[in-house]
C-alpha cells in the first residue's frame, strides 16, 4: 500500500438498496451524482443494475452520459435545468430532464424534439421548481406540446430534522396535482430520509442518495439496516519521537503535555480528509483510537501513538471498523469533528485514492 485505500463494498450496497426497496415499496431512483456520493459513479450504477434499480438522478450531463454508458437502457434523470447550449447532448443520450421554468420548456418545445420531462414544484425547499400556482399552466403547455411528461416532483428541505414540514409539503404537493390525469404518471418527492417514514403509496418512486450508499439519517426512528459501504485505510508511513512542549505540523497548533511517539499517515485534505478533523479527529490504529495531535496537511496526517504498540507500515483506519471489529469510525463521526454534513465528507473523497471493491 503507497497511501491510501478507498474500499468499496458491494453486498452491503446490494443490503441497502434491498432495504430501501422493501421499505418504500417504490421504484428506486439511485441518486449517483458527484462521483456516487465519492463512492465511483460506474460502480454504483453497475452494482445498482444488477439488483435491477432502472433509474438514476444525476446533477449534470456529463454525469448523465457516464451513467449511460455503463448502462446504455438505464433511464437517467437530470436533477436541475441545464444550460440550453447542451440539449443536442440531452437528446442524443436520451436523458430526462427536470423542467421548472416556462423559458426554458419554452426552448425545448421550439426545438420540436420530444424530450421526456420531470415537472418539478416548488412545496417549500425555494431552490428550484415552479410556484405551484404556476403548475396548472406549464402542466397544459408541457401535456399540449412536443415534450413528454413522464413525472413530476418536489424536494424537501427539513426532511431529516422536520416532519411536520414535510408533512406540510407533500400536502401542498398533492393539493397542487388535485386535478390532473395521474395515469402511468412518475410521482416523486422523497429523498433518504423521508423515504423512511413517507409510506404513503400514493408516490411511486423516491430517489434515494446517502441511504443507499449506508448514512441513515433521518428525522424518525426506526428498524436501521443500512451497512456502511465505504472504508478508509491506510499505513503508518513515518515515527518520532518528540519531547514534551514540542508542537508538530503546521501552525504548531498543539503542545505535547508529554513526551510522546508521533505516527505519519500520508493521507490529507488533498484525498478529501477534511482540514477541521483536527483537534478532535481520531483515526484507529491496532485496534485501538490514537487522537490528531496536529493539523492536517495535504497530504498527511499526525497522530499520538505513544500508548500503541506500532510500526512503520501498520495499518491506520481512517474510517470503518478495527480489524477486531470493536471500534469504529463513521461518516457521521467525521462530519461532527469537522461541523459539517456527512453529504460532504463522502463527495469530497477524491480520485486520488484507489478504490478497491469487496464482497
Ligand atoms: C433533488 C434531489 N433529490 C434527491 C436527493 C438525494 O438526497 P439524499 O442523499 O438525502 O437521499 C438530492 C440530493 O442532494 C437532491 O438534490
Not at 478507498?6 to 452491503?12: A, K, L, W
Not at 418527492?189 to 443507499?212: C, H, K, P, Q, W
Not at 449506508?214 to 518528540?242: C, D, F, W, Y
Request: proline letters at 2%.
Amino acid at each position: 500500500m503507497d497511501r491510501g485505500f478507498i474500499y468499496i463494498n458491494n453486498s452491503n450496497l446490494i443490503n441497502n438498496l434491498n432495504f430501501l426497496k422493501v421499505t418504500t415499496k417504490k421504484e428506486l431512483c439511485l441518486v449517483v451524482k458527484a462521483n456516487a456520493y465519492g463512492h465511483g459513479l460506474e460502480w454504483a450504477v453497475k452494482n445498482a443494475k444488477k439488483f435491477g434499480v432502472k433509474w438514476f438522478a444525476v446533477a449534470s450531463v456529463d454525469e448523465g452520459i457516464q451513467v449511460k454508458k455503463v448502462f446504455g437502457e438505464s433511464r437517467v434523470l437530470l436533477l436541475a435545468e441545464p444550460s440550453k447550449t447542451q440539449l443536442e447532448n440531452i437528446k442524443e443520450n436520451v436523458l430526462d430532464l427536470t423542467v421548472y421554468n416556462e423559458s426554458f420548456i419554452d426552448a425545448l418545445i421550439e426545438t420540436g424534439d420530444e424530450y421526456s420531462v420531470h415537472l418539478k414544484i416548488d412545496t417549500g425547499m425555494h431552490r428550484l421548481g415552479c410556484p405551484p400556482e404556476k403548475f396548472n399552466d406549464l402542466y397544459k403547455k408541457i401535456i399540449s406540446s412536443n415534450l413528454k411528461l413522464v413525472g413530476i416532483c418536489t424536494h424537501f428541505p427539513m426532511a431529516d430534522t422536520d416532519v411536520t414540514e414535510t408533512k406540510k409539503s407533500i400536502e401542498l404537493f398533492e393539493k397542487t396535482i388535485l386535478d390532473i390525469d395521474l395515469t402511468d404518471m412518475l410521482l416523486h418527492v422523497d429523498n433518504s430520509a423521508s423515504s423512511l417514514y413517507n409510506l404513503e403509496n400514493s408516490f411511486n418512486m423516491t430517489r434515494v442518495g446517502i441511504a443507499a450508499y449506508g448514512v441513515e439519517i433521518t428525522a424518525v426512528e426506526h428498524k436501521n439496516e443500512l451497512l456502511p459501504i465505504m472504508e478508509i485505510k491506510t499505513r503508518i508511513s513515518n515515527l518520532q519521537l518528540r519531547k514534551k512542549g514540542d508542537a508538530v505540523s503546521y501552525g504548531k497548533a498543539k503542545t505535547l503535555s508529554r513526551d510522546s511517539i508521533i505516527a505519519t499517515a500520508p493521507i490529507g485534505y488533498g484525498d478529501g480528509y477534511p482540514w477541521n478533523s483536527f483537534p478532535d479527529g481520531k483515526v484507529i490504529v491496532n485496534n485501538q483510537f490514537c487522537n490528531l495531535i496536529g493539523r492536517v496537511t495535504m497530504d498527511q496526517i499526525l497522530f499520538d501513538v505513544t500508548d500503541v504498540n506500532v510500526q512503520i507500515d501498520d495499518e491506520v483506519t481512517v474510517l470503518g471498523n478495527s480489524t477486531d471489529g470493536k471500534l469504529n469510525i463513521s461518516v457521521s463521526d467525521i462530519a461532527q469533528w469537522n461541523k459539517t454534513i456527512e453529504w460532504e465528507i463522502l463527495t469530497n473523497m477524491s480520485k486520488r485514492l484507489e478504490r478497491i471493491e469487496v464482497e
